[in-house]
């Protein structure tokens, strides 16, 4: 993990609270509630990779850093993409075609897709890979307890897989994951509770997002010892993250 790099996220404070922004060569899962913010940030961050390196991005003079989104809940949108470009002054079709959109229809599409990104990497200038959300289609599949192991196996290897992919290719890899506003609602299934994230066992950050008042959101890094403790706000607006 020598050299690694920093995505900015469009907020100083969510940045800072990540040391920096989004790192390359890792895995950050955004996990909480529906409305928190993650699908906002994850076309945030799409757009901003593209920002040359000395504005919070990847790219290079010579080259343009691109991003992989793959959306397994329908919920992305090109008008947001097109917003939160106009506000780094980017232009919008030009940001759009750098990002390889894909529409993931089940778990064993979304794990074909990411076997498929070792072939398409390293010739493109991908340097982001999103998954939003990557718990999804692994819940629709796998539903209650009994599944449960069956589920956490699967999804292991998949988050496995990305956590290759973000190593070799020097890439950031962004996952989501919906988790349950009630407690007791899915008690016994860790990755659904409150504080839960998908990433107990692998490496990489887990940051969670809570509501806060109006477009107001809050973002906390759960067990990171390298990372400064405590609290992010930051707002979702009509042209992006910001502070
Ligand atoms: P999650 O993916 O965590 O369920 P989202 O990232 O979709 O949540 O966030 C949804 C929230 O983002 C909405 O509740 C709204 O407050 C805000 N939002 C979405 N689009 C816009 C927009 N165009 N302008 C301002 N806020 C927006
Ligand atoms: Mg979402």
């Known amino acids: 993990r020598l050299q690694t790099h920093k995505i900015t996220t469009g907020s100083r404070n969510l940045d800072d609270l990540l040391g920096g922004g989004i790192e390359t060569k890792t895995i950050t899962e955004f996990f909480g509630e529906f409305g928190s913010g993650k699908t906002q940030i994850c076309h945030q961050v799409a757009v901003n990779v593209q920002l040359p390196i000395e504005k919070g991005g990847l790219s290079t003079p010579d080259k343009m850093a691109k991003a992989v989104y793959i959306d397994t809940e329908g919920t992305f949108r090109w008008e947001r993409i097109e917003a939160m470009s106009k506000r780094w002054g980017l232009d919008p079709d030009e940001v759009m075609s750098n990002i390889l959109y894909i529409r993931a229809i089940n778990s064993d599409h979304q794990m074909a897709i990411v076997d498929e990104l070792f072939n398409i990497v390293p010739k493109e200038n991908i340097k982001l890979v999103i998954v939003d ?71 990489g950050v887990r940051v969670q997002l809570r509501k806060s ?27 992006g993250i910001a502070d």
């Open 133 to 203: 959300s990557v718990t999804g289609h692994f819940r629709a599949e796998y539903p209650g307890r009994e599944n449960l192991a069956a589920r956490q196996q699967k999804l292991n290897r998949h988050l496995h897989q990305l956590s290759r992919l973000a190593e070799i290719y020097d890439v950031a890899v962004i996952i989501t994951n919906q988790v349950m506003a009630k407690p007791d609602v899915f008690y016994g299934d860790p990755t659904q509770a409150v504080g839960g994230h998908v990433l107990y066992h692998a490496p």
């Open 213 to 239: 008042r109006g477009n107001k959101r809050i973002a906390r890094i759960v067990d990171a010892p390298h990372l400064p403790e405590g609290e992010a706000v930051f707002m979702i607006t009509d042209y």
